[in-house]
């Protein structure tokens, strides 16, 4: 829901740029113009260097509380600004909240499901939810800014649909982070039995303010930088989240310049996206029955991350830069018939989600409990091109052309997809080096012999409890047949007696 949330606000200006244009007297061609969704990924950017290793600490819920209040008070602050710069401040604060649930809902899947085929159907689903805001907002708000109602009441939309989903996400969001719920027991088991000596691992490491604060901004760059496989796929999925938000500048330039679309007809366009998405769901449905049925002719050959994530990045990179291609020299002259360019939408939206899908899954397997600063890094690198590339778009377009110029996207997009590629080659040698990944392997080793040596002892708790019921069996058995046998000696001693 909050995902949902995050993406509808961050593009729900697009096809309210005109209106906000006038409003605040910006001219036609200015940078200006770009801004009111550019700023709010900047917020992407900033946010999760924080708020995915602050999550390691102090626990997901009050992340994504906290981070959906402050989304919630910059939004309506976006939505009655008086000027552009106040306007342009509360969008970028409210990008802040925003980018909270983008950045550690990957790990918060990693935290419930050890199951990665079911972990990926939530991400699938997650990534799916990504994309429905982005693609319907432009009608929306097209339509919207173009009636009585104003571009304001469009920011008012995503409000109150945010609005909904409060008691939900404030009331019911549960911790997911096993470190910080063993912190939980240990200071409730303090509380309920007065022993200050049970103390849970987190207590033991230094929760300093500044180390947090060092942590939590180190970890994300630290792992940008020296993990090849974060370093990599953030800037695969920098240029294709950057394209698809570059296309809230390329589409109106195309169908509203070539084909003279009304603000909320060009905003239909991205439909076709949506429709490519909804059809990349089957198909990660399609590749899990696969290996599950692989799964159960060879138990003994388990995937590696690689096989089992990536074949479909490799799948949707390839109809994600061909559909490019399409759009471009489709939509050049404007001659074309106008649904031939929106149609490549639809290999378009199936791509990105697809490579989305593949990508998060796998940072996510490869990293297990440590994904989070690397959700953070990728969630950072992925939004710095996704708010800067629609800036480029205006000029871009105008230099080269709309055939060539999304030939130049095209083309970047040929030379990342093997990104994946190079992956399913060299991942392993690639996991053998990291020490993120060592320390992953190291981890599950320990709780593999902890969760022995608790089955060992539960065991023998279990042989010793039989044991003793036995015992107390026999005793009581003995007991029983010496009783008898008294009895019998009283009745014999008293007929003879009798007798007598």
């Known amino acids: 829901m909050q995902v949902t949330n995050s993406t509808f606000t961050s593009s729900i200006t697009s096809g309210a740029s005109p209106y906000i244009a006038d409003e605040f007297n910006i001219p036609v061609g200015s940078l200006l113009r770009t801004l009111p969704i550019s700023v709010f990924l900047v917020g992407y950017i900033i946010g999760p260097i924080a708020m995915g290793p602050l999550s390691e600490y102090y626990g997901r819920r009050w992340m994504i509380v906290g981070g959906f209040i402050w989304f919630m008070i910059w939004g309506i602050g976006s939505a009655v600004a008086p000027t552009l710069e106040s306007f342009l401040i509360m969008r970028f604060l409210c990008g802040l909240g925003a980018s909270v649930p983008l950045t550690i809902v990957g790990a918060i899947y990693a935290d419930i499901w050890d199951d990665p085929q079911l972990r990926g159907r939530f991400i699938a689903i997650f990534c799916a939810a990504t994309s429905v805001g982005p ?53 409730r088991l303090r509380k309920e039995t007065g022993d200050d000596f049970i103390v849970a691992p987190m207590e033991l490491d230094n929760r300093k303010v500044r180390t947090i604060l060092a942590n939590s901004f180190a970890t994300p760059f630290k792992m940008c930088f020296t993990e090849a496989i974060v370093g990599l796929s953030s800037l695969y999925l920098g240029l294709v989240y950057g394209t698809f938000y570059l296309s809230f500048q390329s589409y109106p330039i195309i169908f509203m310049g070539k084909y003279g679309f009304s603000t909320g007809l060009s905003g239909l366009t991205f439909i076709s996206m949506g429709v490519g998405s909804v059809f990349s769901y089957p198909a990660v449905l399609a590749w ?35 559909s490019l291609f399409w759009l471009g020299w489709s939509g050049n002259s404007g001659k074309v018939h106008w649904m031939v360019p929106v149609a490549s939408g639809i290999p378009f939206g199936f791509g990105y989600v697809l490579v989305f899908i593949a990508v998060l899954n796998y940072i996510t397997d490869a990293y297990g409990v440590y994904s989070a600063g690397g959700l953070a ?56 080096g990291s020490k993120f990944c060592q320390k992953l392997l190291e981890l599950k080793a320990h709780q593999a012999a902890r969760d022995e040596r608790q089955n060992r002892e539960e065991k023998e708790e279990a042989a010793a409890a039989a044991s003793a019921a036995a015992s107390a069996a026999q005793s009581t058995s003995g007991l029983s047949r010496t009783s008898t046998i008294a009895d019998l000696d009283l009745e014999k001693e008293g007929g003879r007696v009798r007798g007598e």
């Open 135 to 187: 693609v319907v907002t432009p009608a929306i708000s097209g339509f919207v800014s173009a009636s009585r109602l104003g571009w304001r009441f469009s920011i008012w939309v995503a409000i109150m649909l945010a609005g909904v989903t409060a008691i939900p996400i404030c009331f019911y969001a549960p911790e997911t982070f096993g470190p910080v719920l063993l912190l939980q027991k240990a200071k």
């Open 377 to 432: 890094a990728n969630s950072m690198v992925r939004s710095i091109f996704g708010a800067l590339l629609p800036l480029a778009a205006g000029r871009m377009y105008a230099a080269l052309g709309v055939g060539t110029a999304t030939s130049v996207l095209g083309a970047a997009a040929v030379v990342l997809t093997g990104v994946p590629f190079l992956f399913l080659k060299f991942g392993d040698r690639i996991r053998a």
């Open 288 to 322: 899990d029955s696969y290996l599950r049925r692989y799964t159960r002719l060879h138990p003994n050959k388990p995937f590696s991350p690689e096989f089992r994530r990536l074949p479909i990045a490799c799948l949707g990179g390839t109809t994600f830069f061909l």
